[in-house]
């Protein structure tokens, strides 16, 4: 494999488990704040990513490459609104995307055809993401202030379950 593409696949295995712990740093504040089904909805999301962490180690050594597993970052945003964290989310889902068409790009250069189709998965998974976080701050602007709205909005993210990534399916 190319190194260059080697070594920005390795890092997206750091970057995934670093969007693990900053979704489980949003978890605890909305536990903290006693809505607990943001942080259900956060701990679920924290999963998954962890599981595209895992995906992109599973990659590498199905192509005969080592892992090398890197220092993850400390999350150290604060929050004082329950807003906050959800537009910290599409901001940070919006760099994983970037970071996913780079990858894209350099597997292209090289002609590396198989990477690009690893990486098709991620594509479509990113549109979900961002959607998803586009959602949650339209809900929170539009029911947050509203203590029923709330409540009833923090039942619906109560509700998320945990699946297995189609790629990680059979393992
Ligand atoms: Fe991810
Ligand atoms: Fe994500």
């Known amino acids: ?28 504040y909305y536990e903290d704040e006693g809505l607990s089904g943001f942080a259900n909805w956060y701990m679920i999301q924290a999963a998954e990513e962890r599981d595209h962490a895992l995906i992109f180690r599973k990659y590498l050594l199905d192509n005969g490459c080592s892992v090398k597993l890197k220092a993850i970052d400390q999350p150290d945003k604060t929050f004082s609104t329950y807003l906050e964290p959800l537009e910290a989310a ?17 597997a292209h250069d090289v002609k590396d055809y198989r990477t690009m189709k690893f990486l098709d998965w ?23 202030t509203d203590a029923k709205a709330l409540y009833d909005l923090d039942k619906e993210y109560q509700a998320r379950a945990y699946s297995v990534p189609t790629p990680l399916a059979g393992e």
């Open 122 to 144: 991620f594509i479509e998974e990113q549109l979900e993401e961002e959607t998803n976080a586009e959602d949650m701050i339209t809900k929170m602007k539009l029911f947050g």
């Open 90 to 106: 599409l901001e940070h889902e919006q760099y994983v995307t970037a970071l996913i068409n780079d990858i894209y790009g350099a």
């Open 1 to 28: 494999m190319d190194k260059h593409v080697y070594e920005l696949l390795n890092d997206q295995i750091n970057k995934e488990l670093y969007s693990a712990y900053l979704y489980m740093s949003f978890a605890d």
